[in-house]
């Protein structure tokens, strides 16, 4: 079993950035695939960006590429998306997500059923 716990939002100004974070207990996370996704007020859940085990790959919506990077250090358990040039439209709930037994695979994994545990959010505001 892996718990992921996200940190790092708030509320920030258009143009701004921010940093979230994740950390994963148990053995499996540099086994994991990690992925982000949101959910905005009144909207489904959407993929936001996605790293390979070992970090080498990403793959990312269009909505965020070249603002948004998502990074990894599997020596603390952690995956993070760093966030630049935040809109208005990027208010929601970011949620990590872990696809395990990942090693050595790779595919853009956009999709909820790609991934096999969640954590619990956290909320970014962005004021315009």
């Known amino acids: 079993q892996v718990q992921l716990v996200e940190s790092g939002g708030g509320l920030v100004q258009a143009g701004g950035s921010l940093r979230l974070s994740c950390v994963a207990s148990?053995?499996?996370?540099?086994?994991?695939?990690m992925g982000w996704f949101r959910q905005a007020p009144g909207k489904e859940r959407e993929f936001v960006a996605v790293?390979?085990?070992?970090?080498?790959?990403?793959y990312y919506a269009d909505s965020v590429k070249g603002r948004f990077t998502i990074s990894r250090d599997n020596a603390k358990n952690t995956v993070y998306l760093r966030m630049n040039s935040l809109k208005s439209e990027d208010t929601a709930v970011y949620y990590c997500?872990?696809?395990?037994?990942?090693?050595?695979?790779?595919?853009?994994?956009?999709?909820?059923?790609?991934?096999?545990?969640w954590g619990q959010g956290t909320q970014v505001t962005v004021s315009s």
């Open positions: 148990g053995r499996t996370f540099s086994t994991s695939a």
């Open positions: 997500a872990a696809r395990k037994n990942a090693v050595g695979l790779w595919g853009l994994w956009s999709k909820e059923q790609d991934y096999d545990y």
């Open positions: 790293i390979s085990w070992g970090g080498a790959s990403t």
